[in-house]
C-alpha cells in the first residue's frame, strides 16, 4: 500500500525508525478519506486517533460561541501527523474542531495501539517523545509568533511549514491563523511576491 509507504518514509527520516519496528505497526493503520469540512475530532470529544495526512489540509480553529466567529490556531497538510494534540496527549475532551480543509485522506493510529507500541518497541516510544515535542513546539512557535514576531514574518514561518497553502485554504481562514484581516495578507502577499 503506498500510503504505508510514505508513512514508513517519514517515520525513517523523523525518528531513523529501522523496518522491524515499523513492521509491529502495521496491523493497527487505517485509511479514512475526509470531505471538505469533516471533523477529524470535535470541540469536547476526546482525541483518540494520530493521523498522517497522505493528501489535503487540516486546520485546528476555535469557534466563539457567542458570535460564531471561527480563529484558525494550526494547519497540518500533506506529510504532516494531525492531531488535536492537546487533547490526544492528555486524553481529556478538547477545547477546539480540528476538521479537513478539502477532500484529504489520512492513515491513522488508535491511541491504545500506540502505548501498546512505545511498551513494545524503544523506536516506537522515541516516536511518541517526537509527537509529544512536536505539539509542544508547534504551539511555544504560534504563541511567540504572535507575541514577537510582525504579520509578515507569522507568513513566512507558515509559507515555510505549508509551501502549498494557498491551493487549497481559504484567504479567510489563513488571515485569521495570522491574526489579521483578508485585506491586510492580500497586501502582505503582493509585498512578498513583488520583493
Known amino acids: 500500500m503506498e500510503e504505508l509507504q510514505l508513512l514508513k518514509n517519514a517515520m525513517s527520516s523523523v525518528v531513523n525508525m529501522d523496518a522491524e519496528a515499523f513492521n509491529l505497526s502495521l496491523p493497527y493503520w487505517k485509511l479514512k478519506a475526509y470531505k471538505k469540512g469533516e471533523f477529524y475530532n470535535e470541540y469536547h470529544n476526546v482525541c483518540k486517533h494520530l493521523g498522517f495526512i497522505i493528501h489535503g489540509v487540516f ?3 476555535r469557534a466563539d460561541d457567542d458570535t460564531g466567529v471561527q480563529k484558525n490556531m494550526l494547519f497540518f497538510s ?44 524503544h523506536q ?3 516516536f511518541g517523545r517526537f509527537i509529544a515535542e512536536t505539539a509542544f513546539h508547534q504551539l511555544m512557535s504560534n504563541t511567540e509568533g504572535f507575541l514577537f514576531k510582525s504579520a509578515e514574518e ?13 491551493n487549497t485554504v481559504p484567504l479567510y481562514h489563513l488571515a485569521s491563523y495570522l491574526g489579521i484581516q483578508a485585506p491586510s495578507l492580500s497586501r502582505i502577499r503582493k509585498r512578498m511576491v513583488g520583493q
Open 154 to 166: 507569522r507568513y513566512l514561518d507558515m509559507m515555510e511549514q505549508h509551501p502549498d497553502i494557498f
Open 124 to 126: 516506537w516510544e522515541k
Open 59 to 61: 486546520r485546528i480553529y
Open 78 to 121: 500533506k506529510e504532516q501527523f494531525v492531531a488535536s494534540y492537546t487533547s490526544f496527549l492528555s486524553q481529556k475532551p478538547c477545547n477546539y474542531y480540528t476538521a479537513s480543509v478539502d477532500a484529504s485522506v489520512v492513515i491513522y493510529i488508535h491511541i491504545d495501539h500506540l502505548h501498546k507500541l512505545y511498551r513494545e518497541s
